[in-house]
């Protein structure tokens, strides 16, 4: 087992991080007719990216991460490029280090899909990336058919934190398709998919080699059980912080 912590915080283990990036990616990138561009927000590990490389009509990866030592230790170091495949050293994806609010405020590209894979909202700093702002200028990013998801902590221990995620991207124009996933690392853990029209609809079968997800276990996703049902929250905003409140005191 191999896994890496993030100023102690477990951010995947190799024994079963497949799930995790599984269903972080496929329910959205199969659900593209061809998606040719994707804009990766975090993610410095590329083991995100080397799901979306699974894709052949996948021209152009743009990955955004703040931590340079990330990116260069997982695209140099053997063990790690042997998990990512060595996907951020494919010719197809361009890394680069920066805050991601602040890229996306001078971006001018859109995406067929975005992927926010940035750690837990346990910090002011990060909380801002979760915000009602963020998502406005990620949605500017979109393209109008394309889709977004984004990893939203866990319904089942942080219940308030993973519904204000959903509840933010509602508040920032999106339509939203709450789904989740048991990793044993993580327990239950969240992601919410977003799209601007109202159209999607889960995959019913995927044209990739996957080793966990199909389109039974896809169903399974989008259904939740009463423990994990959705809670009334407030929307993350800037000048509320709302988010990092939920987190902090759910898990604490």
Avoid at 90 to 109: F, H, P, S
Avoid at 245 to 252: I, L, R, V
Wanted: aromatic letters at 12%.
């Amino acid at each position: 087992d191999l896994r890496l912590y993030i100023n102690g915080n477990l951010q995947f283990s190799s024994r079963d991080e497949h799930r995790y990036h599984e269903a972080l990616v496929h329910p959205a990138l199969a659900a593209l007719p061809a998606p040719r561009q994707v804009l990766v927000l975090g993610g410095g590990d590329g083991l995100a990216v080397r799901e979306i490389l699974k894709y052949p009509s996948v021209e152009a990866v743009t990955v955004v991460d703040l931590d340079p030592a990330m990116t260069r230790l997982f695209a140099s170091a053997a063990l790690l490029t042997r998990l990512n495949g060595g996907a951020l050293r494919d010719k197809r994806v361009q890394v680069v280090n920066e805050d991601a609010g602040q890229w996306l405020e001078t971006a001018t590209q859109h995406y067929d899909a975005i992927v926010i894979d940035l750690p837990d909202p346990n910090s002011y700093g990060l909380g801002k990336l979760y915000s009602e702002p963020m998502y406005r200028l990620v949605r500017k990013r979109l393209a109008e058919t394309g889709l977004l998801v984004v990893q939203s902590t866990s319904p089942y221990f942080a219940p308030r934190a993973y519904w204000c995620v959903a509840a933010t991207l509602e508040a920032a124009g999106f339509k939203t398709y709450p789904y989740h996933a048991y990793v044993p690392s993580f327990g239950e853990w969240g992601f919410v998919l977003a799209d601007t029209q109202g159209r999607y609809q889960p995959p019913t079968h995927y044209a990739v080699r996957l080793r966990w997800l199909d389109a039974a276990v896809t169903r399974e996703l989008f259904r939740f059980p009463a423990d994990m049902s959705r809670v009334e929250v407030e929307p993350n905003r800037l000048n509320s912080q709302n988010l990092v409140h939920y987190f902090e005191e759910d898990w604490h």
